[in-house]
């Protein structure tokens, strides 16, 4: 799968905050990835950095919109280590001496880039789909075709807690621990403006949605997680007046997007749900049996990143339907088995 660069706008879409999108068409799919920059004060901080493609034009384009000098930036804070959010934190870091900050639940992601998905090696990944009933072709299949991930090469980041806060000048920023789509994913709230930066948490429609995957590295339920932290921010519905998604525009309704991200996830269950009978399968027969692309296609019509993030998707809805009891489980011969309760 080839990827392709296709622009870097620069707006200031708040008062004090500036964006940086980065388009990439990746397969079929065309994704916007969005880097923040906050000025207050004479001082500065970045909410993620967008991918790695484009030699970082789409920064150097922010600072020279905003008029923000790069070594005015003391933190960058990354909503989670995937590529399309950390793309250039290194030579940002190197290049303004700011802090790198990530959740430290988020080491677990961060280990797991250099590898297979958090396992050491291409046998191991293998032997992993193996044991979640992926016949061996198919093991091979999956782990082959997909795509590479880069190594997170940060030196010695700042690592959060729930407890820690941004500041940017006089402005503040609250972490929100929000797990789910990595176990270390968070928000940014702003309580004295409302405002929300929300990563891959909640996204506006048509700019992706928030993939909760079960991999060798995550938390046995990521999805239950994931609905945990939706559910908290729903609770602070009151205090987020506008939200800043990790893709796609400004959001002027995010009590809205926050139910869409709940009754979807709930439809998800429902699908896997119906995925489901009396006798006792594998995460992998039963995620064949679950309709992608609207129905015109099963699991083993897809191919590299679209293949791995559907199996890994199915499979976080099995754990919690499992968790909710609407599923069953079973292991037998060291093989996890899901069906229906009754």
Known sequence: MTETTVGSPVAEVLPGIWRATNE???????????????????????????????????????FAASGVDPIAVSTIVLTHAHRDHAGFARRLASQTGATVALHRAERATVESLAGYQGLPDEASAVRWYEGHGFPPHEAQRIVSSKEPDRAFDVPDPRWLTGDDSIHVGARSFDILETPGHTPGHVCLLERATGILFSGDAL??????????????????????????????????????SVCLPGHGPLVEDPLAMIDDHLAYAEAKLGVAERALDATPRTAFEVVSRMPWHGGSATLTDLEGDELFLAFADGFARLRRLVTTGRAERRIEAGVELFHRVG
């Open 24 to 62: 990439v068409v990746s397969g079929r799919y065309r994704l916007s990835n969005n880097a923040y920059l906050i000025v207050d004060g004479g001082e500065a901080a970045l909410v993620d950095t967008a991918w790695w493609h484009d030699e970082g034009a789409h920064l150097d384009a922010l």
């Open 203 to 240: 996204l506006p429609r048509g700019h992706g949605n928030p993939h909760v995957t079960v991999r060798a590295f995550t938390p046995p339920d990521p999805l239950s997680d994931y609905v945990a932290g939706i559910e908290r921010l729903r609770s602070e519905a009151g205090e987020i």
